[in-house]
């Protein structure tokens, strides 16, 4: 089963920026819609942002326009700008297919807080 490696994240003050990087490995990449999800504590998971194969991205509306996805399928990786981060975008982020068909990976912690 396809196993994905999200990095980048980490402890920023609100209004901070964070870039998340997920690598898909072992796996035709390109024609695959992929997402990027967060899991708060006591929350379900949701999703965030995703991409199409043709680089068409749809957001959650609250982090439209401050969060933006992108993909680079020779590098198998997509990523996740984060932008104004706020106190209520912290979570655990993952990335997985969109919808989700991989193992889910361990996640990345993001925490905004002064």
């Known amino acids: 089963q396809v196993q994905v490696v999200e990095s980048g994240g980490g402890l920023v003050q609100p209004g901070g920026t964070l870039r998340l990087s997920c690598t898909v490995p072992?796996?035709?990449?390109?024609?695959?819609?992929m997402g990027w999800y967060r899991q708060a504590p006591g929350n379900q998971r949701e999703l965030v942002a995703s991409?199409?194969?043709?680089?068409?991205?749809n957001y959650k509306d609250s982090v439209q326009g401050r969060f933006t996805i992108s993909r680079a399928n020779a590098e198998h990786t997509v990523y996740l700008q984060m932008n104004s981060l706020k106190p209520e975008d912290t979570a655990v982020y993952y990335c997985?297919?969109?919808?989700?068909?991989?193992?889910w990976g361990q996640g990345t912690q993001v925490t905004v807080s002064s």
């Open positions: 997985n297919a969109n919808p989700a068909f991989m193992r």
């Open positions: 072992g796996i035709i990449f390109r024609p695959i819609t």
């Open positions: 991409i199409t194969s043709g680089d068409i991205a």
